[in-house]
């Protein structure tokens, strides 16, 4: 049964880069596509971008400036970058199995990220 | 692209029904036949719980249903219990940028 699994740090300052790695156990990464959504405090899921397994990717129209997601195979891991942060980035982010672009079928527990000096 | 629209709120007391709605537009939900939902219990990880309009991925109680008409996709729970008390979110693929977009959720209450 594949489990996920967010790492990084819980805190980032503004106008920083936020890294994040998922990394995926009981199931090799290159069978399926992958995708990152977060979640702010108290409000509902925003879906942030998606990877194929071949490599190509898809991100959200309002952050695809600022996103980049890569995958190592080798480690069996994918990352999120997200670069310029500010406060409104301050989320619960979640990492997902995608069997397709358009639903996340298994998910990681999350990991919160705060924004701040 | 604007979230979708759902109602903040519904409830129902146990055995019941209950619809939840998520509206968009030709799209995204009127557009295509890929609207998901998923529950979330406070403080977890959302879990899918309908994908493709109707289809209930394995494990999923059939308690648990999905349709679509023209822009409006609906979720509706029947025989309501006590674990069904959750936010539950509704996403639909956009096929004009290739992404996702999610309703703003709805809170579930079981009476």
Redesign the interface.
Known sequence: QVQLQESGPGLVKPSETLSLTCTVSGGSISSYSWSWIRQPPGKGLEWIAYMYYSGSTNYNPSLKSRVTISVDTSKNQFSLKLSSVTAADTAVYYCARSVTITFMDVWGQGTTVTVSS | ?S?LTQPPSASGSPGQSVTISCTGTSSDVGG?N?V?W?QQHPGK????MI??VSKR?SGVPDRFSGSKSGNTASLTVSGLQAEDEADY?C?S?VGS?????????TKLTVL
């Open positions: 692209q979230a295509y890929y998901s998923y990880a959302p879990k899918l994908y493709e991925p979110y996403s693929y940028n290739n992404f996702v977009v999610f309703g703003g959720g």
